[in-house]
């Protein structure tokens, strides 16, 4: 069983409204979570990477929460653009080892 | 910074060849990461190496995977010999230290026929 799990598996809005990604994991002892935004055809983009003491981290449009003690992360994005359209992954770090767990991402795709 | 550099961006070789990946991190940054992707398996950790020194190479998938890092700005991933489940795109990404902003190259899109 992956300790990384993404909901949903793919997802379509429509442009100018917000969703949430969601973010489960297993991981221990925890170090931090990274959301990574990846194109199709292109390398993953750092979003966020937040530790065990924050619960929130925005980057423009896009906000990260976490919640150590649930082991529960999400990705909103607000007033969506259609340039949004991508995979979401997330990717939890082990503490005191660079060792990473992958989620498997979720397809957002914005329609006009 | 142009950042982090591949190449070839693609490649298309026949089962048994040896294939070589070539990634150029941004300058001044320590770690060197290689990664795998495939719809199968997602994103996967091969490889990474700080300060030219390989550090975990667990997510190597067998021992005809190799990588070197003979200076702070040039590493290789090699396949020898290639085999068809191979066929994969690989990121090779850099980072200043390992708990920081990783920066990722465009990828290689290797396909072994």
């Known amino acids: 069983k992956n300790q990384v799990e993404q909901s949903p598996q793919s997802l379509i809005i429509l442009e100018g409204k917000n969703c949430t990604l969601q973010?489960?994991?297993?991981?221990?002892?925890?170090?931090?979570l990274r959301w990574y935004k990846q194109d199709t055809g292109r390398g993953p983009v750092s979003l966020t990477i937040?530790?065990?003491?924050?619960n929130t981290k925005s980057n423009g449009r896009y906000t990260a929460t976490l919640d150590a003690d649930t082991k529960q992360s999400s990705l909103h994005i607000t007033a969506s653009q259609l340039s949004d359209s991508a995979s979401y992954i997330c990717?939890?770090?082990?503490?005191?080892?660079?060792?990473?767990?992958f989620g498997a991402g979720t397809r957002l795709t914005v329609k006009p | 910074d142009a950042g982090v550099i591949q190449s070839p961006r693609h490649e298309v070789t026949e089962m048994g060849q040896e294939v070589t990946l070539r990634c150029k991190p941004i300058?001044?940054?320590?770690?060197l990461f290689w990664y795998r992707q495939t719809m199968m398996r997602g994103l996967e950790l091969l490889i990474y190496?700080?300060?030219?020194?390989?550090?975990?190479d667990s997510g190597m998938p067998e021992d005809r995977f190799s990588a070197k890092m003979p200076n702070a700005s040039f590493s290789t991933l090699k396949i020898q010999p290639s085999e068809p489940r191979d066929s994969a795109v690989y990121f090779c990404?850099?980072?200043?230290?390992?708990?920081?902003?990783?920066?990722f190259g465009p990828g290689t899109r290797l396909l072994v026929l």
């Open positions: 300058s001044g940054h320590d770690y």
């Open positions: 990404a850099s980072s200043l230290w390992a708990k920081e902003t990783q920066y």
């Open positions: 190496f700080n300060n030219n020194v390989p550090i975990d």
């Open positions: 973010c489960n994991y297993t991981v221990s002892p925890f170090s931090n």
């Open positions: 937040m530790t065990f003491s924050e």
């Open positions: 990717v939890v770090s082990v503490k005191n080892n660079n060792d990473m767990r």
